[in-house]
């Protein structure tokens, strides 16, 4: 693995390089979010077609604002340049930050964790993004689980302000504050919370997701539910929301919530489910309850 940095890292400083393992669509956003704010970046994935992405999705949300005269050319360009993308762990031996959103596996998740671990600075703050998988439990593959924290963004991060820590078992104390520290460090709000099914947010959720696919299969009118609970002052409709978080991921969120809470079992009628086995999974294959238009900025038509 080459030289690893042994420098510590002390409580207090703040985070100067921050490696992203795999560049999906949640490693696209917190790569170009950390990018922006003037930590660099390692970013890392499994093939090239998958760096590829990840780095159309930063350029993609620089190059908006570029346009529109909101970002200077050359403050797009340094953040640009801040992602270094990469595929060996090699790169990440100056990392003191490192963020995993790999696939939503456990099996994969663990086994690139303690890759994490034995490549980054030795005091680095390894973090999962994991949306469902306990913390606590992702843990038990790594030697410095002290070390180890969910921050858990949403999609998409650059839009989203909120960001959940999430404190598993055998997180320290000056971990959690390091993460908070680091969430603040690039401009996000964020809430610490024990490790627990569903977190914060998707707790939640669940309950509004669930009573919405009930409703559609009582017969209710789809267009009127989305407007109302736009006028109601959501930002967007039930259908719309769902569309963006992705079915395949609210379908699992449903079902992981079910399991884990005696008050949230599965909808009736598993409408989300459902759409999911016919490979409708919402705004990231251009098919859900709306048909996605990339030419429209990405709003449903
Ligand atoms: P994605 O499928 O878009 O991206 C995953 C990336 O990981 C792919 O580029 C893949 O090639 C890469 N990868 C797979 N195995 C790898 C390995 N061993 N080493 C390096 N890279 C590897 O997935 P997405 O949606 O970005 O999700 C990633 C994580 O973020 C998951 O844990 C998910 O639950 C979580 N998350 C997803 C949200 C969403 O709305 N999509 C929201 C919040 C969290």
Not at 40 to 62: E, F, H, M
Not at 122 to 134: G, H, M, Q
Not at 261 to 275: D, R
Request: positive net charge; proline residues 5%.
């Amino acid at each position: 693995l080459g030289i690893k940095s042994k420098t510590k890292k002390l409580a207090g400083e703040k985070t100067t390089e921050c490696a992203v393992i795999g560049a999906g669509i949640m490693g696209g956003g917190i790569a170009h979010t950390n990018a922006t704010k003037g930590i660099r970046v390692p970013l890392k994935d499994i093939n090239q077609a998958g760096l590829d992405l990840g780095l159309s999705t930063a350029v993609n949300l620089l190059e908006k604002p570029v346009k529109r005269g909101k970002l200077n050319f050359s403050k797009a360009a340094t953040a640009l340049n801040n992602i270094i993308p990469t595929l060996t762990n090699e790169s990440l031996k100056n990392s003191d930050m490192v963020i995993e959103a790999v696939v939503e596996d456990p099996k994969v998740k663990s086994i690139v964790l303690k890759q994490c671990e034995d490549a980054a600075m030795d005091n680095a703050i390894i973090a999962s993004n994991t949306s469902t998988i306990s913390i606590t439990q992702l843990a038990k593959s790594l030697t410095r689980p002290e070390n180890f924290i969910g921050i858990h963004f949403f999609n998409p991060v650059n839009k989203m302000p909120l960001v959940e820590v999430i404190r598993g078992k055998q997180t320290s104390e000056e971990t959690v504050k390091r993460a908070v520290a680091y969430v603040q460090q690039i401009g996000k709000t964020p809430i610490v919370i024990n490790d627990c099914a569903g977190f914060f947010v998707n707790r939640i959720l669940t309950p509004y997701m669930r009573a919405y696919s009930n409703l559609l299969a009582k017969g209710a009118d789809f267009v009127f539910v989305e407007k109302t609970m736009k006028k109601y002052g959501m930002p967007m409709g039930p259908a719309e929301l769902i569309d963006v978080v992705g079915l395949d991921t609210s379908a699992h969120v449903l079902e992981l919530m079910s399991q884990n809470y005696s008050h949230m079992p599965l909808p009736e009628n598993n409408i989300v489910q459902a759409l999911v086995e016919n490979s409708l999974l919402g705004q990231k294959n251009g098919e859900g309850f709306y048909t996605w238009s990339t030419d429209r900025r990405g709003r449903p038509v």
